[in-house]
């Protein structure tokens, strides 16, 4: 029977070494496979088969052409007669569909500022015809905030207002679609990730792109470029490599920025299924006036209203976990777990070749746990020591007291009980925010490398001063994070992260310092005992 057969190989002595050895292997083709995306991207569906896009009726004669506002707020109360809001820079107004009981609703977010004037006109013109008709099946909120007031903060004042008794505002939202639209464009996209890694139904994300799909005139891009985000230096050397995955590329900056100043964001972490409308300026380009496209905006609004409205029941069957990797393209964490899994399948079956011979010594748990338990707490209570180069070598010192009490002996224990460690760390990450868990795909190979011992002792001496070399490398390479004006990349800077954390409650720098603390503290373990 194979089953017995099966039995058989996996229960041989030599099976473990085999496995390791394979795993290996595998790890390389993970990489080649988060590399090349084609291996297991798939066209992008509805799973919710009573979903269907809806046609806009809307045409040019109903539109009053209202634009060139001057005073916004004056034009929000007196000709939308929109409702101020605990006298914030949040307004708000209710249509009453002719075919609800008033107990839910669908809500438009529509930002304002100087530069972002063309989202009120279109719902203006919206609201005006929306009004004249009697197919509406549910109420429509619109609400507006000061776009100029960073990480939304009072639409999020609002938004926690209404979540606590909303039976006594609107009824509660069932969907919300924010029109974040700037006067001039390049292109338009739609955006799902919101913060702390957590995404709208794909669900309701295929069906806005099916909604953009039969409005031609707008320049239409998903995911969203984001090649002119990347330094020239790099780009220029990896400029075929770096296309191939600029879906993939676009995606993770999203799940990783969590789009911390889009209101959408904050409805999507209270369990509201929320995405974003955005327009984007191309490199070098001066854009579109976005005016000139109003007509097709007013439509993309109608034929969401009448998608997202034409179903009795919520969506409820799609995914939550996936990111796309080209147009129509999609990766769901069904295909990508594999991924994940194999990424860390050498890391565990070390481990378990280690523990064969005994599986248990407290020095090394303890000297396992301690850091773990120091970057936690701190991250919890104390998490603006992180951000100060005294308060980051004070923490690094903190890590490496179980130094004192390691002994030679422990060496394998330590490299067996780290590598479980960091392994279920890199997956709890992959589920939170799936890049911070990339970021750290490097380490694996290190980890790995930091249990060889090289018989020649020329080959050993040469071993441990590489070692010690990554571990100094390792430590310094966060602190070069903390300055922000001479870095490139400061969207990753330890100030950057500690501002977004604090100010929008998007967990980045809390993850980032859990992750990379005891990871430095255990390969400095290694590279010294």
Same mark, same amino acid.
């Given at each position: 029977?194979?089953?017995?057969?099966? !039995?058989?190989?996996?229960?041989?002595?030599?099976?473990?070494?085999?496995?390791?050895?394979?795993? /290996?292997?595998?790890?390389?083709?993970?990489?080649?496979?988060?590399?090349?995306?084609?291996?297991?991207?798939?066209?992008?569906?509805?799973?919710?088969?009573?979903?269907?896009?809806?046609?806009?009726?809307?045409?040019?004669?109903?539109?009053?052409?209202?634009?060139?506002?001057?005073?916004?707020?004056?034009?929000?109360?007196?000709?939308?007669?929109?409702?101020?809001?605990?006298?914030?820079?949040?307004? !708000?107004?209710?249509?009453?569909?002719?075919?609800?009981?008033?107990?839910?609703?669908?809500?438009?977010?529509?930002?304002? %500022?100087?530069?972002?004037?063309?989202?009120?006109?279109?719902?203006?013109?919206? +609201?005006?015809?929306?009004?004249?008709?009697?197919?509406?099946?549910?109420?429509?909120?619109?609400? =507006?905030?000061?776009?100029?007031?960073? !990480?939304?903060?009072?639409?999020?004042?609002?938004?926690?207002? !209404?979540?606590?008794?909303?039976?006594?505002?609107?009824?509660? +939202?069932?969907?919300?679609?924010?029109?974040?639209?700037?006067?001039?464009?390049?292109?338009?996209?739609?955006?799902?990730?919101?913060?702390?890694?957590?995404?709208?139904?794909?669900?309701?994300?295929?069906?806005?792109?099916?909604?953009?799909?039969?409005?031609? $005139?707008?320049?239409?891009?998903?995911?969203?470029?984001? #090649?002119?985000?990347?330094?020239?230096?790099?780009?220029?050397?990896?400029?075929?490599?770096?296309?191939?995955?600029?879906?993939?590329?676009?995606?993770?900056? %999203?799940?990783?920025?969590?789009?911390?100043?889009?209101?959408?964001?904050?409805?999507?972490?209270?369990?509201? #299924?929320?995405?974003?409308?955005?327009?984007? /300026?191309?490199?070098?380009?001066?854009?579109?006036?976005?005016?000139? $496209?109003?007509?097709?905006?007013?439509?993309? *609004?109608?034929? #969401?209203?009448?998608?997202?409205?034409?179903?009795?029941?919520?969506?409820?069957?799609?995914? =939550?976990?996936?990111?796309?990797?080209?147009?129509?393209?999609?990766?769901?964490?069904?295909?990508?777990?594999?991924?994940?899994?194999?990424?860390?399948?050498?890391?565990?079956?070390?481990?378990?070749? &280690?523990?064969?011979?005994?599986?248990?010594? +407290?020095?090394?748990? /303890?000297?396992? +746990?301690?850091?773990?338990?120091?970057?936690?707490?701190?991250?919890?209570?104390?998490?603006?020591?992180?951000?100060?180069?005294?308060?980051?070598?004070?923490?690094? $010192?903190?890590?490496?007291?179980?130094?004192?009490?390691?002994?030679?002996?422990?060496?394998?224990?330590?490299?067996?009980?780290?590598? $479980?460690?960091?392994?279920?760390?890199?997956?709890?990450?992959?589920?939170? &925010?799936?890049?911070?868990?990339?970021?750290? &795909?490097?380490?694996?190979?290190?980890?790995?490398?930091?249990? *060889?011992?090289?018989?020649?002792?020329?080959?050993?001496?040469?071993?441990?001063?590489?070692?010690?070399?990554?571990?100094?490398?390792?430590?310094?390479?966060?602190?070069?994070?903390?300055?922000?004006?001479?870095?490139?990349?400061?969207?990753?800077?330890?100030?950057?992260?500690?501002?977004?954390?604090?100010?929008?409650?998007?967990? #980045?720098?809390?993850?980032?310092?859990?992750?990379?603390?005891? %990871?430095?503290?255990?390969?400095? =373990?290694?590279?010294?005992?």
């Amino acid at each position: 029977m194979l089953r017995y057969k099966i !039995y058989a190989v996996v229960t041989h002595p030599a099976f473990p070494n085999y496995a390791y050895k394979v795993s /290996l292997l595998l790890l390389i083709g993970a990489i080649y496979i988060l590399l090349n995306p084609e291996q297991i991207e798939q066209r992008a569906f509805v799973s919710e088969n009573a979903l269907s896009i809806q046609t806009a009726t809307i045409t040019s004669k109903d539109l009053s052409y209202v634009n060139n506002i001057d005073n916004l707020e004056e034009f929000l109360t007196n000709r939308l007669f929109a409702s101020q809001w605990n006298n914030t820079k949040v307004y !708000y107004n209710l249509i009453r569909g002719s075919r609800t009981d008033g107990k839910d609703c669908m809500a438009f977010i529509i930002p304002y %500022s100087k530069e972002k004037y063309i989202g009120i006109e279109a719902a203006y013109e919206f +609201i005006n015809f929306v009004q004249k008709k009697e197919w509406v099946g549910t109420n429509l909120l619109f609400i =507006y905030y000061d776009d100029s007031i960073a !990480y939304a903060v009072e639409f999020r004042k609002w938004l926690d207002e !209404y979540i606590t008794q909303p039976s006594e505002y609107f009824g509660i +939202i069932r969907e919300a679609v924010e029109f974040d639209l700037s006067n001039r464009f390049s292109y338009f996209t739609v955006v799902s990730e919101g913060i702390n890694g957590v995404q709208t139904d794909v669900d309701m994300l295929v069906s806005a792109l099916r909604c953009f799909s039969r409005i031609e $005139v707008i320049n239409f891009k998903h995911p969203e470029p984001v #090649l002119y985000k990347i330094p020239d230096d790099l780009s220029s050397i990896f400029p075929n490599f770096l296309r191939k995955i600029e879906g993939s590329l676009s995606s993770w900056y %999203s799940l990783w920025s969590g789009n911390v100043n889009n209101a959408f964001s904050y409805a999507l972490d209270k369990g509201i #299924l929320s995405l974003a409308i955005k327009t984007g /300026l191309e490199k070098g380009d001066k854009g579109k006036s976005t005016g000139n $496209v109003k007509l097709q905006i007013v439509k993309l *609004m109608e034929m #969401l209203t009448r998608t997202f409205t034409s179903l009795d029941e919520t969506m409820h069957a799609g995914s =939550y976990f996936y990111y796309f990797s080209g147009n129509w393209k999609m990766i769901t964490l069904g295909k990508y777990a594999f991924v994940i899994g194999i990424l860390i399948l050498p890391l565990a079956l070390q481990s378990i070749l &280690i523990l064969r011979a005994g599986w248990f010594n +407290i020095r090394a748990i /303890l000297s396992t +746990i301690f850091p773990i338990i120091l970057t936690v707490f701190l991250a919890k209570s104390f998490l603006a020591i992180f951000v100060s180069t005294a308060g980051y070598f004070s923490l690094i $010192v903190l890590a490496l007291i179980p130094l004192l009490f390691l002994k030679k002996e422990d060496h394998n224990f330590l490299q067996a009980y780290t590598n $479980v460690s960091f392994a279920v760390t890199l997956v709890v990450t992959s589920l939170h &925010i799936l890049p911070m868990m990339l970021i750290f &795909i490097p380490l694996i190979p290190l980890k790995i490398v930091a249990f *060889m011992k090289p018989s020649s002792k020329i080959l050993k001496n040469l071993y441990k001063t590489s070692l010690g070399i990554i571990a100094i490398s390792l430590i310094f390479a966060p602190l070069s994070l903390i300055e922000t004006s001479s870095n490139p990349l400061s969207m990753i800077s330890l100030e950057n992260l500690y501002e977004i954390e604090i100010n929008s409650s998007h967990q #980045l720098l809390s993850f980032f310092i859990i992750i990379t603390f005891p %990871s430095i503290s255990h390969i400095i =373990y290694l590279a010294i005992i």
